[in-house]
């Protein structure tokens, strides 16, 4: 088993895949800065609150920690947000990656897996979407992934550093076992935003009707979060195993729209939605749902809850739970 160093695993997917990872019998510890992750979702024995731009601090922890691998996932994510303020996603998507990877080199780690997006395809002339389609990210949050991936390219090259990059497509879901959900601030995701309208009565915006779609709204493919942490585990044990760079999608290579989740969502909770039709989202593809055939044939993984009904009991489960605590 191993000892991994995972940045951002204070976050959603961060802290999912961490327990993941624990589960599994690796050793764990997470640097993570809490600027936007949440200091209860991790032990504190293993948190290190470091920014990685402190190099000295980070290559001094591997050292001391004796790590062999790296989970990347410490970033902003919000496509919106990057649009507003793309040097903030430069600086810290780019810069913080390269800071890390400079760390790596001097600490002699030569195996990481990162978190990148099917924001890196943009809006793509085909779907199902296969890891050969071009790079064509549509907003600063997307091409800040396209970089990290393409730096990654040449420390594979020139510095022996083997890497995976998973795409995500829509994650989503909590913890089946209720430890961790997702708890974003602000919230712009489409489930826990619809969980939310349920509880407080305010209608939430779909982003437009009038798209070429059955019934005019987006599509999209989504993920249950520790389907894709365990993604994560297979990425890693290929590393470590000795196998070479690479990149993959993760989805179910099903779609739903947002009339379709919204109906779910009510089936679920018992509830109706209180939603109105607004104006399309800028930025917004009309259909984005992963070819993941790469994931399962190459790393041998099997999703298990990524059922539409399973994603949203256990996102559901966590947000009484959340709302309770008054979190
Ligand atoms: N939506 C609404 N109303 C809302 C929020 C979302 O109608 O209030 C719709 C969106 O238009 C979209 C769908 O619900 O069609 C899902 O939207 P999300 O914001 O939950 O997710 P996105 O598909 O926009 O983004 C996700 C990740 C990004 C990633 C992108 C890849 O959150 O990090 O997939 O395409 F970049």
């Given at each position: 088993m191993a000892k991994i160093l995972v940045t951002g695993g204070a976050g959603?997917?961060?802290?999912?895949?961490?327990l993941a990872l624990l589960e599994r019998g690796h050793d764990v510890i997470v640097v993570d800065n809490l600027s936007r992750g949440h200091a209860h979702n991790v032990d504190p024995k293993r948190l290190w609150r470091i920014h990685l731009t402190d190099t000295d601090a980070l290559v001094r922890l591997m050292r001391a920690e004796e790590v062999d691998a790296v989970i990347h996932f410490a970033a902003y994510i919000a496509v919106g947000e990057s649009t507003r303020e793309p040097e903030l996603y430069f600086s810290n998507n780019v810069g913080g990656s390269l800071a890390l990877l400079t760390a790596m080199q001097q600490a002699g780690i030569k195996r990481l897996v990162f978190s990148s997006t099917a924001a890196v395809y943009g809006m793509p002339e085909r779907v199902p979407i296969t890891e050969d389609m071009p790079f064509a990210p549509v907003s600063p949050y997307g091409d800040s992934k396209v970089m990290v991936e393409r730096i990654l390219g040449w420390l594979d090259q020139y510095?022996?550093?083997?890497?995976?990059?998973?795409?995500?497509?829509?994650?989503?879901?909590?913890?089946?076992?209720?430890?961790?959900?997702?708890?974003?601030?602000?919230?712009?995701?489409?489930?826990?935003?619809?969980?939310?309208?349920?509880?407080?009565?305010?209608?939430?915006?779909?982003?437009?009707?009038?798209?070429?779609t059955p019934d005019g709204t987006c599509i999209r493919d989504y993920i249950h979060v520790s389907d894709l942490a365990e993604a994560h585990i297979c990425a890693l044990e290929s590393l470590l195993n000795g196998g070479p760079s690479d990149a993959f999608n993760v989805g179910t290579g099903t779609g739903y729209s947002v009339l379709e989740v919204i109906r779910a969502v009510e089936e679920v909770t018992g509830r109706k939605v209180p939603y109105e039709i607004g104006p399309r989202r800028p930025g917004d593809a009309a259909v984005l749902v992963a070819n993941a055939d790469k994931l399962r044939t190459v790393l041998g993984w099997r999703p298990q809850y990524s059922d539409l009904r399973t994603i949203i009991e256990t996102a559901w489960a966590f947000e009484k739970k959340r709302t309770a605590k008054g979190q």
């Open positions: 959603y997917i961060g802290s999912h895949t961490t510095r022996d550093l083997r890497s995976i990059s998973l795409r995500y497509f829509n994650a989503c879901g909590a913890d089946p076992q209720g430890r961790l959900g997702e708890e974003h601030n602000p919230e712009t995701h489409l489930i826990p935003l619809l969980l939310r309208a349920i509880e407080t009565g305010v209608p939430i915006t779909v982003f437009g009707d009038d798209y070429d």
